[in-house]
C-alpha cells in the first residue's frame, strides 16, 4: 500500500526530530542532592553521580600546613554560611595533602555548618564542560564546592578557555552558591614554554602572556604547599598512629619512618600515610576509626 502524503509527512517530521535531538545531546538527568555530600560530574550523561564513601580523611589528621588550614576552613565556613567568599588555588609541593585538606575541610564545615555544602569533583578531562554544570548547579538548593584536582593545562590545551569564563562568571556572573577550588603542583597552571610560545608568535607578546598568567590571577585566595621538615613529618607519622590507635609507641617506630621517607626521597603526608598502612598492615590492623 502506497504511503499517504501525510504518512510521509509525519515520518520526515520524525526523523527531523530525532537529528535536533542527537544535535542538542541528552537533557539534564534529575540529580538527587540528598543521595550523598560528595558527587562526580559526569558530562556526557549531564549527571551528578552520588559518592557514597567519599576518600577522605579527618581535618585532625592533616598536620604541618596549620595556616593554609585555618584559611581554606574560614573561607569555606564563610560560603557554606552564605557570606562572600573566594575560588581557591591551592598549588606546591607533591604529597602534601592539598586534595586531602579541600575533602576534609568539606566534611567538617557540612557537618558543622549544617548548611547541606556539597562537594562536586570534576576530572581534569572534562573541564570543557563546566559551563553545562554551572547551569546545572545554579538551581541547587544549597552552596556547592566545585574541586578540580591536580589541574594543570599542556601546549594545545584551549579548555582553560572555559575554566577562565566560570571563574569570571561570564554574562550572568558566578552563582552565589557556587564557588571553585583547585589543586595544582605549580602556581601557574599552564606551563612557561606556552607562555613564552604564545609571545614569540603574537602580534602584542605582552597581551598573549597577560592571557595565560592570567588564569591562576582569577582565584582569589592562593594557599602555597612546601616540603614538610623531619619533625613536621614525624608528628604526621605520630598523629596517624594516634588517630587509628595502633598499638605501638612513637620512639620504637620514628627510625622505621625516617628510613622510609629516605628510601623515596622525600618526606610528605603522602607519606607519612604510606608508611603507616605498612606499619598498619604488620601489626594486622584496620585502618579506620574503630581500629
Same mark, same amino acid.
Given at each position: 500500500?502506497?504511503?499517504?502524503?501525510?504518512?510521509?509527512?509525519? #515520518?520526515?517530521?520524525?526523523?527531523?526530530?530525532?537529528?535536533?535531538?542527537?544535535?542538542?545531546?541528552?537533557?539534564?538527568?534529575?540529580?538527587?542532592? #540528598?543521595?550523598?555530600?560528595?558527587?562526580?560530574?559526569?558530562?556526557?550523561?549531564?549527571?551528578?553521580?552520588?559518592?557514597? =564513601?567519599?576518600?577522605?580523611?579527618?581535618?585532625?589528621?592533616?598536620?604541618? !600546613?596549620?595556616?593554609?588550614?585555618?584559611?581554606?576552613?574560614?573561607?569555606? *565556613?564563610?560560603?557554606?554560611?552564605?557570606?562572600?567568599?573566594?575560588?581557591?588555588?591551592?598549588?606546591?609541593?607533591?604529597?602534601?595533602?592539598?586534595?586531602?585538606?579541600?575533602?576534609?575541610?568539606?566534611?567538617?564545615?557540612?557537618?558543622?555548618?549544617?548548611?547541606?555544602?556539597?562537594?562536586?569533583?570534576?576530572?581534569?578531562?572534562?573541564?570543557?564542560?563546566?559551563?553545562? *554544570?554551572?547551569?546545572?548547579?545554579?538551581?541547587?538548593?544549597?552552596?556547592?564546592?566545585?574541586?578540580?584536582?591536580?589541574?594543570?593545562?599542556?601546549?594545545?590545551?584551549?579548555?582553560?578557555?572555559?575554566?577562565?569564563?566560570?571563574?569570571?562568571?561570564? !554574562?550572568?556572573?558566578?552563582?552565589?552558591?557556587?564557588?571553585?577550588?583547585?589543586?595544582?603542583?605549580? =602556581?601557574? *597552571? *599552564?606551563?612557561?614554554?606556552?607562555?613564552? #610560545?604564545?609571545?614569540?608568535?603574537?602580534?602584542?607578546?605582552?597581551?598573549?602572556?597577560?592571557?595565560?598568567?592570567?588564569?591562576?590571577?582569577?582565584?582569589?585566595?592562593?594557599?602555597?604547599?612546601?616540603?614538610?621538615?623531619?619533625?613536621?613529618?614525624?608528628?604526621?607519622?605520630?598523629?596517624?598512629?594516634?588517630?587509628?590507635?595502633?598499638? !605501638?609507641?612513637?620512639?620504637?617506630?620514628?627510625?622505621?619512618?625516617?628510613?622510609?621517607?629516605?628510601?623515596?626521597?622525600?618526606?610528605?603526608?603522602?607519606?607519612?600515610?604510606?608508611?603507616?598502612?605498612?606499619?598498619?598492615?604488620?601489626?594486622?590492623?584496620?585502618?579506620?576509626?574503630?581500629?
Amino acid at each position: 500500500m502506497r504511503e499517504s502524503k501525510l504518512d510521509i509527512l509525519i #515520518n520526515e517530521m520524525q526523523k527531523l526530530s530525532a537529528a535536533l535531538d542527537r544535535i542538542a545531546g541528552p537533557a539534564a538527568a534529575d540529580n538527587d542532592w #540528598n543521595a550523598a555530600d560528595c558527587f562526580v560530574w559526569a558530562p556526557a550523561a549531564r549527571h551528578l553521580q552520588p559518592v557514597a =564513601r567519599p576518600n577522605r580523611i579527618d581535618l585532625s589528621l592533616i598536620t604541618g !600546613v596549620d595556616h593554609v588550614r585555618d584559611i581554606l576552613f574560614d573561607n569555606t *565556613l564563610r560560603f557554606a554560611e552564605g557570606y562572600p567568599a573566594n575560588n581557591v588555588l591551592l598549588w606546591g609541593a607533591r604529597g602534601m595533602g592539598k586534595s586531602s585538606l579541600v575533602k576534609a575541610v568539606h566534611a567538617k564545615v557540612a557537618r558543622d555548618s549544617g548548611s547541606g555544602l556539597k562537594l562536586v569533583e570534576v576530572h581534569r578531562e572534562d573541564i570543557a564542560s563546566l559551563p553545562a *554544570l554551572m547551569d546545572i548547579l545554579r538551581q541547587a538548593p544549597m552552596p556547592v564546592i566545585i574541586f578540580c584536582d591536580d589541574l594543570s593545562f599542556d601546549h594545545d590545551d584551549t579548555s582553560y578557555k572555559s575554566l577562565k569564563a566560570v571563574l569570571d562568571g561570564g !554574562v550572568e556572573g558566578r552563582p552565589a552558591n557556587v564557588v571553585l577550588y583547585a589543586t595544582s603542583n605549580r =602556581r601557574h *597552571l *599552564l606551563p612557561r614554554d606556552m607562555m613564552e #610560545n604564545e609571545q614569540s608568535t603574537a602580534i602584542n607578546p605582552s597581551e598573549a602572556v597577560e592571557e595565560k598568567v592570567s588564569l591562576s590571577d582569577r582565584f582569589g585566595l592562593w594557599l602555597g604547599f612546601y616540603k614538610c621538615s623531619q619533625d613536621d613529618y614525624l608528628a604526621m607519622v605520630d598523629g596517624y598512629a594516634r588517630y587509628f590507635r595502633l598499638p !605501638v609507641e612513637p620512639e620504637t617506630f620514628h627510625a622505621e619512618a625516617l628510613e622510609w621517607a629516605t628510601t623515596r626521597g622525600s618526606r610528605s603526608g603522602r607519606v607519612a600515610w604510606q608508611f603507616i598502612q605498612d606499619l598498619a598492615g604488620r601489626l594486622r590492623r584496620q585502618l579506620d576509626e574503630t581500629a
